[in-house]
């Protein structure tokens, strides 16, 4: 979704503690006194690591996927048939993953050039879209490139992809028009560009007013003591704050909104992904997101530098408490669906799984209060700060 | 003032200075109050989070669960992206122009900070602004030559004149069916707006040499003559008229505003010397602006101090938001509840073609955001977090901060004020969070004339073309840790402080001059300063 959350317990925390402590920053030249236990920790080959293995890795993955998902479109416009559209929305999953993933850094590139937006608007603007649909005859590429973002991205493809998710999430290709696929394919076509923009950004720069590539963001990321990267402490509050960011988000934001105060305040229409029933795969790669950065690797590779290593260095039990609590709100998002695989947009209004998704949206309350409290506590205390 | 003021107090600006104009890196004794602290909020500082990107974004510290928990919604409302209007689903959420510049607060303000400035190769042609691109042009007509000075209900207190059928800015985006001809130009708005660059170059005394970059802009395809552009001969739109006068204007950060605004105005105005009475170059104006909360309390002269916008020409937060909320997105709400295009032909023609369904008015009858969301979204952009400086005890920042001061930057770049203790701001009591701090804007809120090189030549209220509010460089040096496409002044020209400084002219060229006369390690050293606010 196009909402950059901000650091809400973060803010809720620090008023606590500032109410706890019985103080304030009265002075204006003393800054916040600092505990006299501090921590050794060489950053760069974890900074290095959490670049390659899982930033740059995971941009990597989304522009493949996304260049995928285009070849899955062409392929449904040249020969529309079931096979071709269960392939074609297959594609959209696989491509939806590294995105999600990647929620747990979004800064830098994605930033400016106003990839979320491009890629995650939220909200459609339905009636723009129908409205094409039924009036434009020559649906490619550059027409769609002319239009707002709330027509085009992830949600547009998945709208027109899977059907308005009410009922099922299993269009029929009977279902799915000429001018839908034109429009499918033609929307691959853009989205392939962004994510292609993007993972260049990282690795090969954007280019400047002269067709020059700048420095590519990885080296400025990897790189601290520079314009953007005041030091490495800098690097570390950028991906510990992203961290903190997602988790914020799918609790209190993605799950918290359509799930409601109570049954009655159920709504389905702000659920993300309920076209394809993907919500809850979003929300657990999301927090799966957060475990990359944490562990500096994806699941099943090899043992790497991450924030993790970082913890342990200064509290080996508080990086041991944060990888549980990370690896339960997974569980717990995933365990939502149940034993008969129901989809988020159900679950809400359904007495047993709204049990299941406060038991999701506690464990991802208890990870954030860790990661505010205790480990951006814990980073004040780096001797290499 | 008067620009032949600026070279005969060359040397009254430097002695006032008490510092010398040798480019060796000496530290008088004592440095400037300001060199070591950290906290430029005041107790509204973000610390946390002051070194990374999200240094922008954080709430103030200070507020109360309640506040918070405001700020918070004002946060969601911040990254609605608005829809075409009628929205079934999602009513809440549409209404968005029809004309537009954006659909969301956060795109022009990208992470509450600066928004990316819009690349153009120099070997091709000029680039139309597109749903990325957050500057716009302000529009209005304006005798040349004539200026506003006595404000009056007549002349609805110098406020820029509407052009006709247009309104007071260029809305180049639209929603789908926005034009009569959206088959062709689906979401284009009134006009379409390119963008290219005209450069020149600085010499410094040393030899050194830096490209500067100037914005040009080409507006083509108006919608009241489509085939016209600004260069047509005897053009018959509306816009392409001799009367009209183009202003460009990029987002700027949101944080610190309600500190700002807490300012006492007489703290403001003291500062002020429009007769430059002591010569020394430079004078500063307090801009007057409409209010439009007095005006709807009915208030016989309802004029403030102005405080936001490049130019000051609005005078409260709440203003500025919502101004922004109806004009930039075409959400009309309680303090703007009508479309800014109403009883243009474009906004008949579409209300008409497509059966009166995006009218302005919400699902509730009120108008498209309600009080809720108006309130929430106000007090957000009052309670961000200034961010914490860094690098205070580096050697090379102490030594910019040093010549911050002996260049006269804070000539104009007041370093700090202390907010009241309680006020009335738009008819509501003060956050009490933003009361009796002593905060570091390093501005003195006033306009100054900043030469021909930065004009855009449109008066706005009492600010003529070439005057522009002192910006507040509190959180400057993380502007591209929170956008690394970000570019400074208010086009987004300068794409480094560097570039920022030497565009800096009339009242600030003594300044200017003074900073190109040091040495290379010394206008790092300042830079440095500057990087660490």
Known sequence: ?385 | MSKKLFLTSLALTLAACGGSNNSTTQTPNPVPSYTNVVNLGGDTTATDTSNSGHGFSTPAPNLTATELEQHLAGDANFEVAFTTAPNEQHPEFDGLGPVFNNADCNSCHQRDGRPSSVVVNRHGGPVKLSSEDAIFLRISIEEEGLNCTEQTPDNNYCAPIAVPTFNDQLFHRGVLTARHDWTENPSVGQADVYISYEYSNFTYPDGAVIELKKPVFDVRNPYDAPSETLASGAPTSRLFQDDVKFGARNGMPVFGLGLLEAISEADIVALADPQDTNNDGISGKANYVFDKIKANANDPYPVSIGRFGWKANTPTVRQQSLCALRGDMGITNPLFPNESIENTPLHDEYLARTGYVDTGIGPDGGPEANQAFSDDVTFYAETLAVPARRNVDDENVIAGAVLFEQVNCTGCHTPSFKTQTAMDIGGKPAIAALTAQTIYPFSDMLLHDMGEGLSDGRRDFLASGNEWKTRPLWGIGLTKTVNPGAGFLHDGRADTLEEAILWHGGEAVNARDEFAKLSKSDRDNLIAFLGSL
């Not at chain 1, 998902?69 to 590294?98: F, G, H, I, M």
Request: some cysteine.
């Open chain 1, 1 to 385: 979704m196009n909402k950059n959350v901000k650091l809400s317990a973060l803010a809720a925390a620090t008023t606590l503690a500032l109410a706890a402590c019985g103080g304030s920053s009265s002075s204006d030249t003393t800054p916040a006194p600092v505990e006299p236990t501090t921590f050794d920790f060489d950053a760069t080959a974890m900074i290095e690591n959490l670049n390659d293995g899982v930033i740059v890795a995971g941009y990597n993955d989304l522009s493949n996927k996304s260049l995928a998902l285009y070849e899955a479109t062409v392929a449904l416009v040249n020969e529309p048939t079931a096979q071709s559209l269960v392939t074609a929305q297959q594609a959209w999953v696989d491509a939806r993953k590294p995105w999600e993933q990647g929620e747990s850094h979004i800064f830098g590139p994605v930033d400016q050039l106003s990839i979320d937006p491009h890629l995650d608007s939220w909200p459609l603007a339905t009636s723009d879209l129908t409205r094409v649909l039924s009036d434009v005859s020559n649906i490619d590429a550059a027409f769609i490139s002319q239009m707002n973002d709330n027509v085009q991205g992830y949600h547009t493809m998945e709208y027109l992809l899977f059907g308005d998710g009410v009922a099922d999430n299993q269009k029929a290709i009977d279902e799915l028009t000429a001018q839908e696929r034109d429009y499918l394919m033609a929307t691959a076509e853009i989205f392939k560009g962004y994510t292609g923009e993007l993972a260049s950004a990282w690795t090969q720069g954007v280019a400047d007013d002269d067709g020059n590539l700048g420095t590519p963001y990885e080296t400025t990321f990897k790189s601290a003591n520079n314009d953007i990267y005041s030091s490495q402490l800098a690097v570390i509050e950028e991906l510990v704050n992203g961290m903190i960011g997602i988790v914020d988000e799918v609790g209190n934001g993605k799950i918290a909104d359509p799930f409601g105060g109570s049954l009655a305040q159920a709504d389905t229409s702000l659920v993300e992904s309920q076209y394809s029933w993907n919500s809850l795969t979003d929300f657990a790669d999301n927090i799966k997101g957060v475990l990359n950065v944490y562990q500096g690797e994806f699941e099943g590779n090899a043992d790497a530098q991450g924030i993790y290593d970082f913890v342990a260095a200064g509290d080996q039990a508080l990086a041991d408490r944060v990888l549980t609590e990370i690896e339960t709100a997974i569980t717990d998002i995933e365990a939502i669906a149940g034993d008969n695989n129901m989809p988020f947009r159900m679950a809400i209004s359904d007495e047993n799984a709204r049990v299941r998704i406060q038991a999701a949206v506690d464990s991802l309350a208890v990870l954030q209060t860790s990661l505010e409290a205790d480990v951006v506590a814990l980073v004040g205390k780096w001797s290499g700060k």
